[in-house]
């Protein structure tokens, strides 16, 4: 059974760094893409980064391009988003999402398949 | 960036009525090389990740029922739910996984009447 489970998240002041992690399991990581995706209370999902299987391939949104930083680590079935000089209308709830595209060096279709169950960021001004 | 607007905000069907969802992209998202439009449907239930409905506009993700469909094309797409069933209460989102950045709706939240 596929599962995704985030951790990391918290209270954190403006202008702070925080790292997120996720670890996955019942597929084969290595082989699909990854992505971070946010959504503020009461608001649509928003995308913000997607690496390759192989992570070769890094992507992100303008908002956080500069600021975040994804990775993963497929010895361990893990990815990270490394979250710095945060801001208030960084405040979400940050999902792990599976890509439904298969290949290390798959850029994404950007079709979410499986989600975790998120972890709350909250950043005060 | 594209935009997508999704209509109504809200609407509330009757149980075994049809529920019908509306999605606007502000720009074509119908790749020429396929023919395929590339846009997803999901659905949210309170305190849980979005789940994937359908993808290129009509494929339904395996295990979804089949009285979710979607249809449209270029601009302008439609989520319907044949049978509304209570456990069908939930938010909707349409995105459009054409181009970057990939962009999600604004939602549609579901109700029973």
């Known amino acids: 059974d596929v599962q995704l489970s985030e951790s990391g998240g918290g209270l954190i002041q403006s202008g702070g760094s925080l790292r997120l992690s996720c670890t996955a399991s019942g597929f084969t990581f290595s082989n699909k893409p990854m992505s971070w995706v946010r959504q503020a209370a009461g608001k649509g999902p928003e995308w913000v980064s997607t690496?390759?299987?192989?992570?070769?391939?890094?992507y992100y949104a303008d908002s956080v391009r500069g600021r975040f930083t994804i990775s993963r680590d497929n010895s361990k079935n893990a990815l990270y988003l490394q979250m710095n000089s945060l801001r208030a209308e960084d405040t979400a709830v940050y999902y792990c999402a599976r890509d439904i595209a298969e290949g290390a060096d798959n850029t994404g279709s950007y079709v979410f398949d499986r989600w975790g169950q998120g972890a709350l960021v909250t950043v005060s001004s | 960036d594209i935009v997508m607007t999704q209509s109504p905000d809200s609407l509330a069907v009757s149980l075994g009525e049809r529920a019908t969802i509306n999605c606007k992209s502000s720009q074509s998202v119908l790749h020429n090389f396929n023919n395929k439009n590339y846009l997803a449907w999901y659905q949210q239930k309170p305190g849980q990740p979005p789940k994937l409905l359908l993808y290129?506009?009509?494929t339904r993700e395996s295990g979804v029922p089949d009285r979710f469909s979607g249809s449209g094309s270029g601009t302008d797409f439609t989520l319907t739910i044949s049978t509304l069933q209570a456990e069908d209460v939930a938010v909707y989102y349409c995105q459009q996984h054409y181009t970057a950045p990939r962009t999600f709706g604004q939602g549609t939240k579901v109700e029973i009447k």
């Open positions: 290129w506009a009509s």
């Open positions: 690496i390759s299987g192989s992570g070769a391939g890094t």
